[in-house]
């Protein structure tokens, strides 16, 4: 039982790039979500997903899309990278978005755009 | 989802019992209190949550009072391995927000030798 897993750890894009951060879960979890992490600001909510073929935007949506075709899979997709997306990216899945369960997180993508 | 407040830092003696406080005087009916702790860099690991009772698992125990206003994490026996930043987190509803968890700045709990 691997739980919540990310990939890659590390990665370093040149402005404009695009790219796949990769979440993968193997709990059977309906919901699944992104997150970002910066300095000084928490993590906020990109993008998540209440089960397969449903997502739906968070707070900070503009520049990510996601989808999700199987319930395992939640890949977020940075269209054209800015510098503003350096951050610590974090993939987190729970049974249901209700308050009666908790989330299991992911380690983390650490994503540098220069 | 109402707002939490917590000190900046704590620190704790290893093997003694580490007591974080978490008030939420503004909380309702149907919210629960989460507890979630980021170990430098890690992804937040949960720890535990409860509605109105207090709640025991093999990490934590939950202490939360009769009014909801406040609450306490306890740590029974504290290691290294504890130090980390930990969240209180009031969530309610369902639905609610699309299941956005609000990460305040949570403790910085250092466990010392």
């Known amino acids: 039982n691997a739980g919540v897993t990310q990939t890659p750890k590390f990665q370093v894009l040149k402005t404009g790039q695009s790219m796949t951060l990769q979440c993968a879960q193997d709990?059977?979890?309906?919901?699944m979500s992104w997150y970002r992490q910066d300095p000084g600001m928490g993590l906020r909510l990109i993008h998540y997903?209440?089960?397969?073929?449903?997502?739906d935007q968070g707070e900070v949506p503009n520049g990510y899309n996601v989808s999700r075709s199987t319930t395992e899979d939640f890949p977020l997709r940075l269209l054209s990278a800015a510098p503003s997306q350096t951050s610590v990216y974090f993939c987190?899945?729970?049974?249901?978005?209700?308050?009666?369960?908790?989330?299991?997180f992911g380690s983390g993508t650490r994503l540098t755009v220069v | 989802d109402a707002k939490t407040t917590q000190p900046p830092s704590m620190d704790c003696a290893e093997g003694r019992a580490a007591n974080l406080p978490c008030n939420h005087s503004?909380?309702?009916?149907?919210?629960?209190v989460y507890w979630y702790r980021q170990i430098h860099s890690q992804g937040p690991q949960y720890i535990i949550h409860?509605?109105?009772n207090n709640e025991t698992n093999e990490m934590a125990s939950l202490i939360i009072t009769e009014d909801r206003k406040s609450s306490t994490l306890i740590l029974p026996h504290a290691t290294l391995r504890d130090t980390a930043v930990y969240y209180c987190?009031?969530?309610?509803?369902?639905?609610?927000?699309?299941?956005?968890?609000?990460f305040g700045q949570g403790t910085e709990l250092s466990v010392k030798p």
């Open positions: 503004t909380i309702s009916g149907n919210e629960y």
């Open positions: 997903s209440v089960g397969a073929g449903i997502t």
């Open positions: 987190a899945s729970s049974y249901s978005q209700t308050a009666t369960y908790g989330y299991t």
């Open positions: 409860g509605l109105k």
């Open positions: 709990m059977n979890h309906e919901y």
């Open positions: 987190i009031v969530r309610g509803g369902f639905y609610n927000q699309g299941g956005k968890l609000i």
